[in-house]
C-alpha cells in the first residue's frame, strides 16, 4: 500500500510539474521546425530547424498559451516558397498572419484540423490556385483576408464559415459570391472576374422557382418584384403540386418495370456486383486486422485508424475504411475523374525539344524502367526535369488519366508536376527541377570532394520522405500504392529536402518488371502486381538502411554474405556494437548513439519478412518526429569536435 501511495504522488508530482518548466509541446516545435526549413531557414530570432523551445524561449512572431502555440505573426518578411503544410499539427492555433510576404503556389488541404483557428491572413502574396476544400473545415474562423493574390476558381467553400470580416479582393475568383456571405458586415470582393446575371439555381431547387434575382441575391419581403406576387401564389403552388405528381407517379412506373424485369430474369448478380453497388458503411465501422497485430507486435503504439498528430491529418473519406484490396489502388488512384480540371500547363513538344536539344544524351540526367529523364533549359534561365515515357506502356487515354492524378497530389515531399504534352503520339511529364539530383547520388556516387550527408539531415531526408509516403498511403483517397521507393527517387532540393518522385506512375510497373531483384522490394514480391501499401512501407526501411550504413540495397562486389543489405543487416540492428560498426563511414562518428538505436528500432519494423507485422506509415513518421526533436543530443565523439567547422551541418 506504501509503493502505491508513493507511486502515486510521483505521478501526480509530474504532472503538476509540467506546465512550470514550460516546454513547448512536440507537435508544435515540430511543425515550427519544419515552417523555418519550409520558408528557406530565414533570420528569424529563437528559430532553429531542429528542436527548441519556441515558448518557453520567446521566438520572434510565436504566442503561447501554456504549452501550446496559439498566435504566429510572421507578416511583413520577405518569405518565399509555399505556405508551410507542417501548420495543419497545430490544433490548438488561433490566430496564424503570414500577409505581406513572397509566398507562391497553391494552398493544400492542411486546415482540416484547426478548430480554433479564427483568424487567418495571407493577403499580399503570391499564392495561386483554388481554394482547398478543408478551409470549409474553420468552424471557429471569423476574420480571413486573402487580398491581392492570384487565387482562381470559386469560393463556394467559404459559404458555410461564421466569418464576420471577409476580404477576397484584387485576386482571379470567378464564379458568383455566395449568398451566405453577402450578409457579411465587413465584406471585400472586388477586383476579380465574377460572373454577371443570376446564379444558377441549387442542385435541389424546385422547377419554376427563383431563388435569387439578377444580382444573386435573395429577394426580399419588401423588394418592388414582390408586387402582385401573393395574388399569383396560389396558381403558383398549385403548378408545383401537379409537377411534384407528375414526377412520382413517373418514379413509380420505373420502379414497377424494374421490379417485374429483375422478378423475370434467371440471372443474380454476383457477390463482388454487390459489393461494388452496397453503399458503403461509416469509416470506423471496421477495424483493420493487421493494424492490431501490429500494435501487438511492435515497440511504437498508437490506437487504430488514429492519423499521425505529426501531419494532423484529417482520415481519409469512405474509400479508406475498405479492405488493404491494394492491386486495385494503382488503378483507382485519383485518375478516373478525368472531367476534373488538370491543374498542369501544356507543353508543346516543340518546346521540349527546344529546351532538352532534341532529348540530347548530353541532357540525360536519369533512366527509370518507364523512361529517360532530360534537363529542359530556357532562355531566361528556368530549368524543368522532362520525363519521357515509353510509348509502348501506355494509350493516350490512359496517359491524361495519370496526368489528371498526378497534377492533384499537394505535398512539400512530393515531386511537382508542372505540365505535360501529349503530341506525335509522344508521352511526356514535366517536373519541377532539384538542383541536388537524388539521395542515391549522394550516398553512392560522390566523389572525394563531396561533403558527406550529416546524420541529422540523414533524419530529416527520412522524416520527409516517410511523410510522402503517408500522403500517398493515409490521405489519398484510394490509398495509392507508389511501387518503386528507392534512394535514385529521392530528390534533394538546394535546402536538402526530400522530394519523392515518380508519384501516381504505379500503374506502370503493370507493366514492367525491371525494378524486381533491385533490393527494395519485399520477399512477397515475386510479379509485378504484387505490390501493396506494405511492400512500400519494406522499401522505405530499405532507404533507411542506405541512409544508415551507406550502403547500396544489393552490391554483387562485397563479399555473398554482405550482398544483400537487408539479410545482412537485419540481425545486426539489435546490437549495439554491431551497429557501430554498420554506420556509414563518412559520418566519421559523429552522431547521437541513441538517436542511432532508434533509427536502427524503426527499420527493423519496416523490413519485416511478414507484411503484416510492418507498420503503417503514419506510425513510422511518429518514430522519426521524435527522432528529430531529440536531434540537438550530444555526437557520440568529443574527440571529433575540432573536425566540425569542416563538417555541414543541416
Known amino acids: 500500500m506504501i509503493v502505491s501511495l508513493v507511486e502515486v504522488f510521483v505521478v501526480l508530482f509530474s504532472w503538476i510539474s509540467i506546465p512550470v518548466h514550460g516546454n513547448t509541446d512536440p507537435p508544435d516545435v515540430s511543425a515550427l521546425n519544419v515552417m523555418y526549413s519550409s520558408l528557406n531557414s530565414p533570420q528569424l530570432s529563437g528559430w532553429t530547424a531542429n528542436g527548441g523551445d519556441p515558448c518557453g524561449q520567446s521566438w520572434k512572431g510565436i504566442t503561447c498559451s501554456s504549452s501550446s502555440v496559439t498566435e504566429i505573426n510572421l507578416a511583413g518578411n520577405e518569405f518565399t516558397g509555399g505556405v508551410p503544410y507542417s501548420i495543419s499539427q497545430m490544433t490548438d492555433l488561433k490566430?496564424?498572419?503570414?500577409g505581406?510576404?513572397?509566398?507562391?503556389?497553391?494552398?493544400?488541404?492542411?486546415f482540416g484540423q484547426l478548430p480554433r483557428l479564427s483568424v487567418l491572413d495571407l493577403s499580399f502574396n503570391t499564392l495561386t490556385g483554388n481554394l482547398p476544400q478543408s478551409l470549409g473545415s474553420l468552424s471557429s474562423i471569423g476574420t480571413l483576408y486573402l487580398q491581392n493574390n492570384q487565387f482562381t476558381g470559386p469560393i463556394d467553400v467559404l459559404a458555410s464559415l461564421p466569418l464576420e470580416d471577409l476580404n477576397v479582393a484584387d485576386n482571379q475568383f470567378s464564379g458568383w459570391v455566395p449568398d451566405e456571405l453577402k450578409n457579411i458586415d465587413k465584406l471585400r470582393t472586388e477586383g476579380n472576374a465574377w460572373s454577371s446575371g443570376p446564379a444558377p439555381p441549387p442542385p435541389n431547387t424546385p422547377p419554376g422557382s427563383n431563388p435569387t434575382n439578377n444580382h444573386g441575391n435573395k429577394p426580399h419581403g419588401n423588394s418592388h418584384s414582390d408586387k402582385g406576387r401573393k395574388g399569383s401564389k396560389k396558381s403558383g403552388l398549385s403548378a408545383v403540386a401537379i409537377a411534384g405528381i407528375v414526377i412520382s407517379a413517373l418514379v413509380l412506373v420505373v420502379l414497377l418495370c424494374a421490379f417485374i424485369a429483375r422478378r423475370s430474369s434467371s440471372h443474380y448478380i454476383d457477390e463482388d456486383r454487390l459489393n461494388q453497388t452496397r453503399p458503403l458503411t461509416p469509416l470506423y465501422?471496421?477495424?483493420f486486422k493487421e493494424l492490431k497485430s501490429m500494435e501487438s507486435s511492435s515497440s511504437i503504439t498508437m490506437k487504430t485508424f488514429e492519423v499521425s498528430p505529426s501531419m494532423g491529418l484529417k482520415p481519409p473519406?469512405?474509400?479508406?475504411?475498405r479492405s488493404f484490396n491494394d492491386n486495385d489502388f494503382a488503378s483507382k488512384f485519383n485518375v478516373k475523374r478525368t472531367s476534373d480540371p488538370i491543374s498542369a500547363a501544356v507543353y508543346s513538344l516543340t518546346d521540349l525539344q527546344a529546351a532538352t536539344g532534341s532529348f540530347s544524351p548530353s541532357r540525360l540526367i536519369g533512366e527509370g524502367s518507364i523512361g529517360c529523364v532530360y534537363k529542359a533549359k530556357y532562355a531566361d534561365g528556368k530549368i524543368l526535369a522532362v520525363k519521357k515515357i515509353e510509348t509502348s506502356l501506355l494509350h493516350s487515354e490512359d496517359f491524361?488519366?495519370?496526368?489528371?492524378?498526378?497534377?492533384?497530389?499537394?505535398?512539400?515531399?512530393?515531386?511537382?508536376l508542372v505540365g505535360y504534352c501529349l503530341e506525335a503520339g509522344q508521352h511526356l511529364l514535366v517536373y519541377e527541377f532539384l538542383r541536388n539530383g537524388s539521395l542515391h547520388e549522394f550516398l553512392?556516387?560522390?566523389?572525394?570532394?563531396?561533403?558527406p550527408l550529416t546524420w541529422d539531415t540523414r533524419v530529416r531526408i527520412a522524416l520527409g520522405t516517410a511523410r510522402a509516403v503517408e500522403y500517398l498511403h493515409e490521405v489519398c483517397s484510394p490509398s495509392a500504392v507508389h511501387k518503386n521507393i528507392k534512394s535514385a527517387n529521392i530528390l534533394l532540393d538546394t535546402e536538402l529536402n526530400p522530394h519523392l518522385s515518380d508519384c501516381g506512375l504505379a500503374k506502370f510497373h503493370l507493366h514492367t518488371s525491371q525494378n524486381l531483384g533491385s533490393g527494395y522490394n519485399a520477399p512477397e514480391c515475386t510479379s509485378a502486381s504484387a505490390y501493396t501499401l506494405k511492400s512500400d512501407v519494406y522499401s522505405f526501411g530499405v532507404v533507411m538502411l542506405e541512409l544508415l550504413t551507406g550502403r547500396k540495397p544489393f552490391d554483387n562486389t562485397?563479399?555473398?554474405?554482405?550482398?544483400?543489405?537487408?539479410?545482412?543487416s537485419t540481425p545486426q540492428l539489435h546490437d549495439i556494437d554491431a551497429l557501430a560498426k554498420?554506420?556509414?563511414?563518412?559520418?566519421?562518428?559523429?552522431y547521437p548513439p541513441k538517436s542511432l538505436s532508434r533509427f536502427a528500432d524503426v527499420i527493423a519494423l519496416c523490413v519485416q519478412s511478414e507484411p503484416e507485422f510492418r507498420p503503417p506509415m503514419s506510425e513510422v513518421v511518429q518514430a522519426l518526429v521524435r527522432l528529430v526533436q531529440r536531434s540537438s543530443m550530444n555526437k557520440r565523439s568529443t574527440s571529433h569536435r575540432s573536425d566540425d567547422s569542416d563538417y555541414p551541418y543541416y
Not at 473519406?317 to 475504411?321: I, Q, V, Y
Not at 562485397?558 to 545482412?568: F, I
Not at 554498420?582 to 559523429?590: C, F, I, K, T
Open 444 to 451: 553512392h556516387l560522390s566523389d572525394d570532394y563531396s561533403r
Open 582 to 590: 554498420m554506420v556509414d563511414p563518412a559520418l566519421r562518428g559523429l
Open 95 to 98: 490566430y496564424l498572419n503570414l
Open 400 to 416: 491524361m488519366e495519370i496526368v489528371s492524378g498526378i497534377s492533384r497530389l499537394r505535398h512539400p515531399n512530393i515531386t511537382e
Open 317 to 321: 473519406p469512405s474509400d479508406r475504411h
Open 558 to 568: 562485397k563479399p555473398r554474405t554482405e550482398q544483400s543489405l537487408v539479410r545482412w
Open 100 to 110: 505581406h510576404n513572397h509566398l507562391t503556389g497553391q494552398l493544400t488541404d492542411m
Open 285 to 287: 465501422a471496421h477495424e
